[in-house]
């Protein structure tokens, strides 16, 4: 089982996602003493007469001030049988492009709502974003279920309503759980609820110490962006020339037939090298270096790929875009998309349709997308470039959409992600 | 074809995936920047990063200079071990001298004599004199909130300065270093790294760190509630007296608001075992300049702070 779980919070303004997040920290003991006093401090300056935990995650100044959190913060916390990375991403303005952002490293993905609101349409949206980005699970968090008296039958109705949903934009059964929980007394967080007895689950600390984690796609065919070419020329190392980089997908082990795109050159690995010795074997998250048989030319922003099962090679993309810039779309507008290790030149040559956030369905040929819309789009690369479709937590088939005048990230995207999930959302 | 051995460790662990995190995040710097540098004082979160970018380009040597904004209130243990260290690997070392700037009227000293906040302006002038475009800080999120909001590469204006509002989305492994003349970048490979991950690190890997990291006994006296060192930046004042303590430090930065903690941890189990029940945060039990007021970091860095 992996001792490592990276995890993302969604949930609207108000459903309680700091205070949820700061009980995590709190009752896992991963809040240290001079944090909690300062945080006590606060509180009483704030007329409060109980610690706020939600200051416990509220980083900025003008974020303290307004009461809001306004940017992607991650925290770290660890109990005996894990370690848990958390993105705690906002849920108001900019939702999307906060949850994109968070959901695009996260395993598992908890959805807060509030048990006096249930499923709202902002709950929908959030888990079809999750649900496009891949996300492997989801916990539904009933928040604030001290303020329905604890009362079983309105967990059922929400919990059934969110599995459907959720169903639908194909997730299978297992992989999402509703838990009833109140963040602020801690009802089902870590220990089980006196309050809740119909509830026989998991708590949400045990399901997080628990839930089974799909590894890295270690069975999909061998995918390498090279980062940097090492060459030493040193008198220990005057002919080494290995190629390092990040196994975005598969595995490699010397012997290994691969071609070298875009140029399409076959070669066999060698070695596995990393500097505390060779390997017989890596998979995908693993930073080594390969050296190969054969002295091709190689360079930066090249992808080594299993040589049975390489990526397409093309010039025209169809991607999913999620915008995240505060200035639109233009028709035809010239862009730079990162995709791997490799920067290229394109163009945004059609926008085919957009998911309309209000109806919750797509538009044919919108004029624009814009700041937090999604959307399906064709471009053109300025040269052939190797590409998979999106796969789950995007080692492979995710890109930057990138403006050349100034460097800003203007999008997320996906290859070939199906957006009409979201016509289910 | 070779024969197919069977895998000893499929899955990397914890420390492995944030060992592999890193130096992909540093061979990205390598491969898109023209000058990165690489900041190092001696302490244990830059020399773990020193550590990894050995890693990430053996075995070629490592591809970046290191740059030191020396505040002249210095352990001499951490010196001395700052210079083996540069020579072990015939690095390039930039120091950049707090007392200079001082000296030709560039800054000013403070009162209370502390020289941590006047890092910032020989940090970002050495900046602009060397064009470092990619900077390597030791920085982690878990270190205090204002970090939390920090990305792995973190854009910074041509004034040096943090916008912590128009910071850009950072998805998946993908990073975007993209900057305009005169604007350059700040790296944190040890974002997702906690401070008990660095211990079981540096154990794992067997790093050498400076000796006052570990149980040793030190003359030292009691200020604002921690225990401070004599030495360059000053001594105990009237009222305050030292006393033999048996103590270690758990960060390393200026003397004169660098606390050593009670400890009799003197291997690196012991220190594991401390960190782990400890009750304090590093920052909080040793950073006098953290305590200044609630957002004393986070105004630091949009000032260009580490």
Not at chain 2, 216 to 242: F, I, N, S
Not at chain 2, 270 to 294: K, N
Request: proline letters at 6%; charged letters at 25%.
């Amino acid at each position: 089982m992996s001792d490592l779980l990276r995890l993302a919070t969604a949930g609207s303004v108000d459903d309680g996602k700091s205070t949820l997040v700061g009980r995590l920290l709190y009752d896992t003991k991963s809040v240290l003493a001079d944090t909690l006093e300062a945080v006590q401090r606060a509180s009483v300056d704030k007329g409060l007469s109980t610690p706020d935990l939600s200051l416990l995650v509220d980083g900025l100044r003008s974020e303290r001030e307004q009461g809001i959190t306004i940017d992607v913060a991650y925290r770290y916390f660890a109990t005996d049988k894990r370690t848990f990375v958390l993105a705690d991403t906002p849920g108001h303005v900019q939702y999307t492009r906060n949850t994109v952002t968070g959901a695009s490293t996260a395993e598992l993905a908890i959805l807060l709502v509030d048990a006096r609101k249930g499923v709202i349409e902002q709950t929908r949206r959030h888990a079809a974003v999750l649900a496009l980005l891949g996300v492997p699970r989801l916990v539904l968090a009933v928040n604030k279920i001290d303020l329905v008296d604890y009362d079983e039958g309105t967990f059922e109705v929400i919990a059934k309503e969110f599995t459907a949903h959720a169903t639908s934009l194909g997730y299978p059964m297992g992989t999402v759980l509703a838990i009833p929980v109140s963040a602020l007394r801690g009802d089902n967080v870590v220990a089980h609820s006196p309050h809740t007895p119909w509830y026989t689950g998991p708590t949400l600390l045990d399901h997080l110490e628990t839930v089974p984690v799909e590894p890295d796609p270690h069975e999909a065919p061998f995918r390498f962006p090279v980062q940097y070419v090492i060459r030493p020329r040193t008198p220990e190392h005057p002919d080494y020339r290995g190629y390092a980089g990040q196994i975005a997908a598969g595995t490699v082990r010397p012997g290994d037939e691969v071609v070298v795109l875009p140029a399409g050159l076959r070669t066999t690995v060698e070695r596995v090298d990393t500097p505390d010795g060779e390997l017989p074997e890596a998979v995908a998250g693993r930073s080594v270096t390969l050296l190969l048989a054969d002295d091709v030319d190689i360079s930066r922003g090249d992808v080594i790929a299993a040589a049975t099962e390489p990526p397409a090679l093309t010039d025209e993309l169809s991607a999913t875009l999620a915008w995240l810039a505060d200035k639109p779309l233009r028709h035809n507008q010239k862009v730079l998309v990162k995709s791997g290790s490799r920067t290229v030149r394109a163009m945004v040559t059609e926008l085919r349709t957009r998911f309309d956030e209000q109806r919750l369905s797509t538009h044919e040929d919108p004029e624009t997308l814009t700041l937090n819309e999604i959307g399906q789009v064709s471009l053109r690369t300025a040269e052939p470039i190797p590409v998979d479709g999106y796969t789950s937590r995007g080692r492979t088939g995710a890109f930057l959409v990138i403006d050349p005048a100034d460097g800003t990230t203007l999008a997320a995207g996906l290859v070939g992600a199906p957006l009409p999930l979201l016509d289910k959302a | 074809m070779t024969a197919i051995i069977e895998p000893t460790q499929p899955t990397l662990d914890a420390l492995g995936r944030l060992e592999s995190e890193a130096v992909h995040i540093m061979r990205e710097v390598a491969g898109e920047f023209d000058r990165p540098v690489i900041l190092f004082s001696g302490g244990k979160d830059s020399t773990l990063l020193l550590h990894l970018a050995v890693k990430a380009f053996w075995p070629a040597p490592v591809p970046f200079p290191l740059l030191h904004v020396d505040t002249g209130h210095n352990f001499d243990e951490v010196i001395d071990f700052r210079d083996r260290v540069v020579e072990r690997y015939g690095l390039r070392l930039v120091v950049a001298k707090v007392q200079d700037w001082i000296d030709d009227g560039r800054l000013t000293e403070r009162p209370d004599g502390t020289r941590n906040p006047l890092q910032t302006v020989p940090l970002l002038d050495s900046i602009t004199e060397n064009r470092f475009d990619a900077v390597f800080g030791g920085g982690r999120r878990d270190e205090e909130r204002a970090r939390a909001k920090e990305r792995i590469f973190s854009l910074r204006n041509s004034f040096g300065q943090w916008e912590p509002r128009r910071q850009r989305p950072e998805l998946w492994n993908l990073y975007n270093g993209r900057h305009r003349p005169g604007e350059h970048v700040r790296v944190f490979p040890l974002s997702n790294w906690t401070e008990l991950d660095v211990w079981r690190y540096i154990q794992r890997e067997n790093i050498e760190l400076p000796p006052i990291y570990y149980s040793h006994e030190r003359e030292v006296y009691q200020r604002d509630g921690m225990w401070l060192a004599e030495g360059p930046w000053g001594g105990p004042r009237d009222g305050e007296t030292k006393v033999r303590k048996t103590i270690r430090y758990r960060t390393v930065g200026d003397g004169s608001c660098t606390g050593a903690v009670e400890s009799t941890a003197r291997t690196l189990d012991e220190v594991i075992a401390e960190v782990a029940a400890s009750r304090l945060t590093e920052r909080g039990a040793t950073r006098a300049d953290d305590r200044l007021s609630e957002a004393a970091m986070e105004d630091r860095k949009r000032e260009g702070y580490f």
